[in-house]
């Protein structure tokens, strides 16, 4: 289903907060890997029809910038080219990959552990809503990450398992798998992920 105006408006209204300009960055960049600049100039221009443009290349990396886009951004990527959600868990699987932040931040991390306790602090560096939580046992082939206070989309739900595989196989070495175990939207949103690997 096409994005409207008024499904714009709320995605803005619903998504306060900020995220870092490197996530906007990353956006542009698969899109241009995958699609050409053609398709980048699609995303633009869908969302010149929205009423929300975003000028990718002005874009500092580290500024802060709304969040609101942030989601708006990946929903009319999605949109425009009717990704499924393997083609949208990919795209946040690729992420890490394509973000010098995360390439910087996962390098100092030696181990699963170490990358699982660190994960809510690259959480801070990359959005000001919404908080993260981990769990894992040293020795054990799984952990757990919660997302509180932040609703989350189906498309950023699937964004997101992709991400947090890919950012656990650096340390693990292995591939690991994500799934979202349970959800809730009622009395402030809480998402929990399990991600787990082969010994």
């Known amino acids: ?26 956006d542009a960049e698969y899109v241009r890997k995958r699609w050409g600049a053609e398709g980048l100039a699609k995303v633009k221009e869908a969302l010149c029809v929205l009423g929300y443009p975003i000028e ?16 708006l951004s990946m ?11 393997a083609e949208v868990e990919e795209m946040g699987y690729t992420a ?30 990359h959005y000001t809503s919404g908080e993260l939580e981990t769990m894992n046992q040293e020795g054990d082939n799984y952990a757990l990450v919660k997302i509180k206070g932040l609703v989350l989309s ?6 997101l398992q992709g991400f947090l595989r890919r ?18 939207e009622s009395e402030g949103a809480l998402y929990e992920f399990k991600l787990w690997w082969d010994k």
Not at 1 to 26: C, S
Not at 56 to 67: D, F, G, Q, S, T
Not at 75 to 85: A, E, G, K, L, P
Not at 101 to 113: G, P, Q, R, T
């Open 96 to 125: 890490p990959k394509l973000s010098f932040l995360m390439k910087w931040v996962v390098k100092y991390f030696a181990s699963v552990k170490e990358t699982i306790e660190q994960a809510p602090l690259v959480w801070k560096k």
């Open 75 to 85: 929903s009319v990527i999605v949109d425009t080219f009717n990704m499924s959600r």
């Open 1 to 26: 289903m096409a994005l409207t105006k008024q499904m714009a408006d709320e995605i803005m209204k619903k998504y306060q907060g900020e995220a870092r300009g490197v996530a906007f960055l990353t």
């Open 154 to 159: 189906d498309k950023w739900i699937n964004y």
């Open 167 to 184: 950012v656990t196989e650096y340390s693990t070495g292995k591939p690991v798998f994500c799934e979202l175990i349970s959800s809730t």
């Open 56 to 71: 990718y290349e002005k874009i500092k990396a580290l500024a802060w910038l709304p969040l609101g886009q942030r989601v």
